[in-house]
């Protein structure tokens, strides 16, 4: 066991940590940031996407003594101090872009990135930018169109709902 | 316009603030003070003797705590089967025990062999590693078929073969389905499989026993879907627990989709363990262990026979299916190839006599049981594909040979024991044919052909059998158990209600579409409905979420014990305005006496109900709580009509879904957003069946397909969005709210068309291909296309 030092959502974070504690294992077990999820054990579900130093990152796929002294994004550091949903948030609220919730923190972390590269993507950049994120509840329809909306862009011609 | 509240609008998910901040409170983020930690030892093999389990280097490793084997589990009961099948001959199923631990032998790849509980998780899965097992490896039987052939290996001694029933539906039918066979002027023949799924939903299950010595009260966590049922399955047949000395908390459920319904050996073992050592114990499933322990899906094989008059009126339908149990029968395995299935066999058509038998399988691979959908759309596929198939055969528009061949007299008694409510068949399929802009479809099958591929469409119907279910009649058709739901409603003294519902949401949005009715019913804001659910200390004896149910049994019990509380408020008001109780309205939240501008609001009923100083004491208690117990009438119908456009790419058989349409009657509907959500996700999910997700076993009963890398689980590039189209709406009949049910249609209605699509493109482009099985690879269609 080491101590692992970091910068979580703002705020310096420190732990303990074995050589093989993984990221995701750090932030739920150790900093009991429990929003960040494992959906697999394969790097493929992507429900424990956070963000290191402003890049995306299956939390599960990086060891946690890997991000000593790094600057880590979560879910819970997405909305405002006073509860304010961020854009992407609000979207996905809006456009009913969840439903079990599970994969919600690694959806929005990855439409966090995307948008920050690429900020008026395509449906079709949408869809292949997610496909290291699985969801089984919604189809993705409203989630892709919730990342649309985000991103400024109509989405009223969109078929139905 | 759009309602802005109440029934038939669709405010905005009030649980997506805890999901979206990272505030949800799924199973794996409760943390027990005190708790150890377990790690299952699983068969890598898929069938064999357990000559010796050695425990002993094992035990000896840091952190643990004690490990558990099959001999720790002798006088425990074993996982009970919730539904007994009756065969074609009166004699009931075959029912092999089903340990919690592999008793003397291990019978598909996962069976849990021995169990380390240790300080850490980590320790727990090391020391497992140290466990040294003695199996001698015995072949495995993965194929139904070979299973049933005479010398088979059994996969269980003590039955008398890997069969468990042989079912006949409607078995006095058979002679007069024969009969329509010889004389029809065509029979369509098709033989295809139901791939085997798996449910993946995306969080794993997780379970956490505790028990407090000093009130010997054990509490189980767990990822379930109906944590009543779990209480007591495990309590009074495994563990043998008193339901009042046993809690079960499901909490935020990340998706269910029938996996999670039912009753696993994990939950009992946390909760025996957590007793025999005195402390939590708490098991986390990785994926991998998911792939080979959470109950699998589907895994049909079925040869349909259509028989049709010289009009093309379908004269009799015909079915010989084999269906896979696993190694075990999972709680409520036996129901899904017979009384979930075979009586969806008449579809949406007026089809006289229909006969189907159904062999159900024991093979030596994980238990399969309910999958979104559970029967339904293996009934819808085989018979939207045979129907597309005669079409083809007799060359007639295959949405005019379902037309010609609808149910449009309702009710409507199938010839296989059930009877229709409502619907509109052609209802459906004309707002299909509006969304699918099929007259356009020509125009852009060329345009595919101009840049060098096929292109298809496909269309069929579906019906389902929803609101599960009537009581009295499933425990006619062999139901351990009733299908009621149940609700409390309790008012506080300032106005506002807390609903304790039987139903359970894990994802289905209850927290914001059951305020919805209560708001609708009182004519209050939403904001004073609060939905409890989930936990058996403080929600009424309830069977929980699945079969399309909880608007239907849930909503419905709710509504009546609101009923009860509006009854009960109209004689407070009565009382406070000095009026008949006859003479009482409620509208809006006030209470007015008709006739007269005299009106009492909501609050001030209420605030008399708990201070009851000018109450009608001799007559009515006070307070304002009331509970109902609802059992369907029947079971709900909701029915479609789906279309799927798919391009197919002639080099390398990869096919995409360009469009997919889907026109539904569900009835009444509460919050069409969460409609239209659940029909995605359904269709998601079906899309997955017909072109990606396959379980796979090798011949030795190696499961092939155990993770992501393996199993092709639809991606956000594998879809497009759907046009979905709720207009068409029938209500039902016989529960108060007129409603049907949403959560299974997509996935039950959306496979056969993606089907009809790739053989119809396939053939568009001259090749004469006829069926390929799902799920529908580049691999397979090329193979097909070489012909």
Redesign the interface.
């Given at each position: 066991m080491s101590q692992v030092t970091m910068t979580v959502n703002g705020k310096e974070m420190s732990g303990d940590a074995e050589g093989r504690t993984l990221l995701s294992q750090f932030l739920r077990d150790t900093l009991g940031l429990t929003g960040t999820h494992v959906g697999c054990d394969t790097s493929q579900c992507g429900a424990c996407v956070v963000h290191v130093n402003g890049q995306p990152v299956k939390s599960c796929t990086m060891l946690a003594m890997e991000a000593e002294g790094a600057d880590v994004a979560t879910i819970e550091g997405q909305a405002a101090p006073d509860g304010t949903l961020n854009t992407i948030q609000q979207a996905f609220q809006d456009h009913h872009g969840l439903q079990c919730g599970f994969c919600t923190p690694g959806m929005v972390m990855s439409a966090a990135a995307l948008l920050k590269e690429n900020p008026k993507p395509s449906e079709a950049e949408i869809r292949d930018y997610l496909e290291g994120n699985i969801c089984r509840c919604t189809g993705y329809h409203n989630i892709v169109k919730a990342i649309l909306a985000a991103s400024g862009q109509d989405v009223g011609s969109i078929a139905a709902e | 316009m759009p309602k802005d509240h109440g029934i038939g609008a669709?405010p905005?998910?009030r649980?997506?603030?805890?999901?979206?901040?990272?505030?949800?409170n799924?199973t794996?983020?409760i943390n027990v003070n005190g708790q150890a930690y377990v790690h299952f030892l699983r068969s890598d093999v898929a069938h064999g003797r357990i000559n010796a389990v050695n425990t002993g280097a094992a035990a000896a490793m840091p952190g643990v705590v004690r490990i558990f084997t099959g001999a720790d589990f002798e006088g425990v009961g074993g996982l009970p089967c919730g539904w007994c099948v009756t065969d074609r001959h009166g004699e009931p199923m075959q029912e092999p025990a089903h340990p919690v631990l592999a008793q003397g032998k291990v019978r598909h790849v996962g069976d849990p062999i021995a169990a380390v509980v240790a300080e850490t998780a980590?320790q727990a899965r090391d020391a497992a590693e140290a466990i040294e097992v003695d199996i001698e490896e015995l072949p495995a039987v993965v194929d139904m078929k070979a299973a049933l052939a005479d010398g088979s290996t059994k996969v269980h001694d003590d039955l008398t073969s890997n069969l468990c029933y042989d079912w006949g539906f409607v078995e006095e039918n058979k002679d007069a389905v024969e009969q329509a066979m010889q004389d029809a002027a065509h029979v369509t023949t098709l033989e295809l499989v139901n791939n085997r799924l798996i449910a993946?939903?995306?969080?794993?299950r997780v379970a956490i026993g505790d028990y407090n010595r000093a009130t010997d009260e054990s509490t189980l966590y767990t990822t379930s879907q109906n944590p009543h049922v779990i209480r007591l399955l495990m309590g009074a047949f495994v563990l043998g627990i008193p339901e009042h000395k046993l809690r079960v908390i499901a909490p935020?459920?990340?998706?269910g989709?029938g996996t999670k319904i039912f009753h696993y050996g994990e939950e009992a073992f946390c909760t025996f363990a957590a007793k025999a050592i005195n402390r939590p114990v708490k098991w986390t499933a990785?994926?991998?262990e998911a792939f080979m322990s959470d109950a699998h899906g589907r895994d049909h094989v079925t040869r349909i026979e259509l028989a049709l008059d010289k009009d093309n009126n379908f004269t009799a339908v015909r079915t010989e299916t084999y269906a896979n149990m696993g190694a075990y029968l999972s709680t409520f395995a036996p129901s899904v190839p017979t009384w979930l299935h075979g009586t969806l066999m008449a579809g949406n058509y007026k089809t006289p006599v229909v006969y189907v038998n159904v062999k159900a399988v024991f093979t030596n691979t994980v238990p399969v049981d309910a999958y979104r959908g559970a029967g339904r759309p293996e009934a819808t596929f085989q018979l939207e594909r045979v129907i597309d198939k005669a079409a083809r055969e007799l060359g007639v528009d295959p949405i005019a040979l379902r037309r010609q061949n609808f149910i449009t007299e309702f009710p409507y008694a199938t010839p296989v024991a059930v009877e229709y409510d409502t619907g509109d068949y052609h209802g459906t399929m004309d707002a299909l044919e509006k969304?699918a802009d099929l007259s356009g479809f020509e125009a852009r099958r060329k345009e595919s052909e101009a840049r060098g591929k096929l292109r298809g469409l496909g269309v069929n119907c579906y019906i389902e059998a929803c609101g599960i279910a009537p009581s009295n009649l499933v425990g006619q058709l062999g139901a351990r158990a009733g299908l009621y739901e149940s609700a409390t409603v309790r008012v506080n003294a300032t106005g506002g209600l807390v609903v304790m519902t039987g139903s359970h949401s894990?994802?289905?949005?209850h927290e914001t579409s059951f305020p919805q009715v209560i708001a609708e019913m009182i004519g209050i804001d939403e904001s004073m409905v609060e939905i409890v659910h989930g936990d058996t200390a403080n929600t009424p004896m309830g069977m929980g979420t699945y079969g399309s149910r909880s608007l239907a049994v849930g909503g419905s019990a709710m509504v009546r014990a609101t009923e009860k509380i509006i009854n009960k408020a109209k004689k407070i008001a009565a009382h406070l305005m000095e009026a008949a109780e006859a003479d009482i309205e409620l509208k809006d939240g006030q209470f007015s006496v008709a006739g007269t501008d005299k009106s009492v609001a909501w609050g001030d009923v209420t605030l008399a109900a708990y201070v009851p100083h000018n109450y009608p004491l001799e007559d009515i208690e006070p307070g304002l709580e009331e509970t109902a117990f609802y059992d369907p009438a029947n079971f709900t119908y909701p029915s479609g009509a789906y279309c799927c456009e798919v391009e197919l790419d002639p080099e390398t058989g990869k096919v995409t879904i360009e469009r997919f349409s889907a026109a539904d009657d569900f009835g009444n509907i509460v919050n069409?957003?969460?409609v239209?959500?659940q029909v995605?996700?359904?269709?998601?999910?079906g899309?997955g069946q017909a072109l990606l997700e396959g379980c796979v076993y090798d011949e030795n009963g190696q499961l092939l397909s155990a993770?992501?890398?393996d199993y092709a689980?639809?991606?956000?590039?594998d879809?497009p969005?759907?046009?979905?189209?709720h207009s068409s709406q029938t209500p039902c009949t016989h529960n108060p709210l007129g409603v049907k049910g949403c959560g299974e249609a997509?996935a039950i209605g959306s496979p056969p068309s993606v089907v009809n699509a790739v053989i119809d493109a396939l053939q568009s482009g001259g090749h004469d291909v006829t069926h390929i099985d799902m799920p529908v690879s580049p691999g397979r269609v090329w193979a097909a296309m070489q012909g």
């Open positions: - | 669709s905005k998910r649980e997506d603030i805890r999901f979206l901040t990272g505030a949800g799924y794996d983020d980590e993946n939903p995306m969080e794993p935020d459920v990340g998706g989709f990785s994926r991998s969304i894990h994802g289905q949005g069409p957003m969460i239209d959500g995605h996700g359904g269709i998601g999910q899309i993770s992501y890398m689980m639809p991606r956000a590039d879809v969005f759907y046009n979905v189209d997509g």
